[in-house]
């Protein structure tokens, strides 16, 4: 799904009403149809409901909501601003209300209302156009609604929130909710703005899907149906050779669960092998807590000093559990220079890549890095904001040809060529220990099983979401383990199972 800027989806708009065609007027009413079919299966008409239009066209979506509430009997209270510069539709949808709810227009600071506990209140002040900041009574307003106890709806994106782009003044809506028209936007899937979008959820409205597809955008939002479109069924006569050999370089004393996991992990994700080196006081815990694995032990008792034979294998997988020593180092930059197979670095490897980054002239083309925040940080440097992480982001994946898996909620995964693409899966349970590790394994076996390397990291982001969503929904977000999101790659797997059944 493709995340477009506050231009192109005005363009949208308007190449939309020009070639369906449809009146604007019978655009916004689509639109607000749709928010008001979502907001009454969410809310029922006990509360009383304030909605607060600005003169623009997100305004008559306000004026439209509140008719369309009113007539499903809530019980409405609309106020909109003073000015000389209403939109043509709002005009409509103001005349057009009137004659079930007479608005209140604020002139000034006396106007604005104060807003009872537990009320509702729907943002519909500025929409996705804003870019500049919020002053004056419409700053004022926004003040008061965040000072209110009561839940707050934003019609399309929250008031003050810029599209596409950082707005560092702090006066913007903090939305407990946000219906979305048509495609996200960039600012609902940055961390910082997380207490300006609250849930959000995209509203099909119709919008034009071909102009759509001859956008170009370098950002995406993973959903299910592009998934389903990179899964490669299994063939009946194939076999484990068929599904590739991963090699993971994981563990050292004290550290051995990282590498369990990582192997459980890629294991369950459909590999037809797993060898692992570890260090020799690694062995015995790998082998009776994966008795699956095929071995190599290290010549060190306590962590990793060489390679094994690389050989033989279709992906090879190094740092979970690692000691971070300058034996790491060396063997970091051999395997740089020996292997010819698909790479996916984590936790301590890149750990040892932040304190000698001359390794990263060696890293092979398209290797994965998985780093969380912090680790990128340490990679990469600090930003002054999440929209100047993700041009850091972009620039450091495009400077060393690799492939950057930033973790969080809405994972991104960047590529060389300054793609990225947003994560649908996952919820805050996965902030846990051991869950980097499987996402490690995961996309070690996605590797090895001939997956290329920038769709086995979106692949690979969104089946180790989707199965964190599976525990969540059976043990909850707080008791969630590393080991319950490996349990829950089984049901990806029957996904994909009944999905090409039924084809």
């Known amino acids: 799904m493709k995340i477009l800027s506050?231009?192109?989806?005005?363009?949208?708009?308007?190449?939309?009403?020009?070639?369906?065609?449809?009146?604007?007027?019978?655009?916004?009413?689509?639109?607000?149809?749709?928010?008001?079919?979502?907001?009454?299966?969410?809310f029922k008409p006990e509360k009383e409901v304030y909605i607060f239009c600005g003169p623009g066209n997100n305004g008559g979506d306000g004026l439209a909501v509140a008719r369309l509430l009113a007539l499903s009997h809530y019980a409405v209270r609309v106020f909109i601003f003073s000015s000389d510069r209403y939109?043509?539709?709002?005009?409509v949808n103001l005349k057009r209300l009137k004659a079930l709810v007479v608005p209140t227009t604020i002139i000034s600071g006396e106007d604005i209302?104060?807003?009872?506990?537990?009320?509702?209140?729907?943002?519909?002040?500025?929409?996705?156009?804003?870019?500049?900041?919020?002053?004056?009574?419409?700053?004022?307003?926004?003040?008061?609604?965040?000072?209110?106890?009561?839940t707050r709806v934003a019609i399309d994106i929250a008031s003050g929130l810029f599209c596409d782009a950082n707005n560092p003044d702090p006066v913007k809506v903090k939305a407990d909710y946000t219906f979305t028209f048509q495609l996200p936007k960039l600012s609902l899937l940055l961390p910082q703005n997380e207490d300006y979008t609250g849930t959000w959820m995209v509203g099909d409205i119709g919008l034009d899907n071909g102009?759509?597809?001859?956008?170009?955008?370098?950002?995406?939002?993973?959903?299910?149906?592009?998934?389903?479109?990179?899964?490669?069924?299994?063939?009946?006569?194939?076999?484990?050779?068929?599904?590739?050999?991963?090699?993971?370089?994981?563990?050292?004393?004290?550290?051995?669960?990282?590498?369990?996991?990582?192997?459980?992990?890629?294991?369950r994700v459909g590999t037809g092998l797993v060898k692992f080196h570890t260090p020799k006081c690694g062995v015995q815990i790998l082998q009776s807590g994966l008795p699956e694995a095929i071995l190599s032990a290290d010549p060190e008792e306590n962590f990793i000093s060489t390679l094994p034979d690389l050989s033989s294998f279709n992906a090879i997988a190094?740092?979970?559990?690692?000691?971070?020593?300058?034996?790491?180092?060396?063997?970091?930059?051999?395997?740089?220079?020996?292997?010819?197979?698909?790479?996916v670095l984590d936790a301590g490897a890149l750990n040892?890549?932040?304190?000698?980054?001359?390794?990263?002239?060696?890293?092979?083309?398209?290797?994965?890095?998985?780093?969380?925040?912090?680790?990128?940080?340490?990679?990469?440097?600090?930003?002054?904001?999440?929209?100047?992480?993700?041009?850091?982001?972009?620039?450091?994946?495009?400077?060393?040809?690799?492939i950057v898996v930033l973790k969080g909620a809405n994972s991104m995964v960047a590529l060389p060529d300054g793609y990225v693409s947003f994560n649908s899966t996952g919820n805050p349970g996965m902030a846990t220990a051991g869950s980097g590790d499987v996402l490690t394994g995961?996309?070690?076996?996605?590797?090895?099983?001939?997956?290329?390397?920038?769709?086995?990291a979106k692949l690979g982001v969104y089946i180790h979401g989707f199965a964190g969503d599976i525990a969540a929904a059976r043990s909850g977000m707080a008791s969630l383990i590393a080991?319950?999101?490996?349990?829950?790659?089984?049901?990806?797997s029957l996904r994909c199972d009944r999905y090409f059944s039924a084809l």
Not at 12 to 29: F, G, H, K, R
Not at 443 to 456: K, N, S, W
């Open 352 to 402: 040892v890549l932040s304190k000698n980054k001359g390794l990263l002239k060696l890293l092979p083309a398209n290797s994965i890095l998985t780093p969380h925040p912090g680790e990128f940080k340490r990679l990469a440097g600090d930003f002054s904001d999440d929209y100047a992480r993700l041009d850091g982001l972009r620039k450091f994946s495009e400077t060393y040809n690799c």
């Open 211 to 267: 102009f759509i597809a001859l956008q170009s955008s370098p950002f995406s939002y993973v959903d299910e149906e592009e998934i389903y479109s990179l899964i490669k069924p299994r063939k009946k006569f194939s076999h484990k050779g068929s599904y590739g050999k991963a090699l993971i370089l994981a563990g050292s004393l004290g550290m051995m669960g990282a590498a369990v996991l990582s192997g459980k992990a890629c294991y």
């Open 6 to 42: 506050s231009e192109q989806i005005r363009a949208l708009d308007v190449y939309t009403i020009q070639n369906e065609p449809i009146a604007s007027i019978d655009l916004m009413e689509r639109a607000s149809v749709a928010f008001v079919k979502w907001f009454t299966d969410r």
């Open 113 to 150: 209302p104060s807003l009872p506990d537990g009320a509702i209140v729907i943002d519909a002040i500025f929409g996705s156009g804003l870019s500049r900041p919020v002053q004056g009574l419409y700053a004022d307003t926004i003040k008061t609604i965040n000072e209110s106890s009561v």
């Open 87 to 91: 939109s043509q539709d709002f005009s």
């Open 483 to 492: 080991e319950d999101i490996i349990d829950g790659i089984k049901e990806f």
């Open 318 to 343: 190094a740092g979970p559990g690692w000691y971070e020593g300058p034996e790491a180092a060396k063997v970091l930059s051999e395997l740089f220079k020996s292997t010819r197979v698909p790479l």
């Open 442 to 456: 995961i996309i070690a076996g996605l590797l090895a099983q001939g997956y290329e390397p920038p769709v086995a």
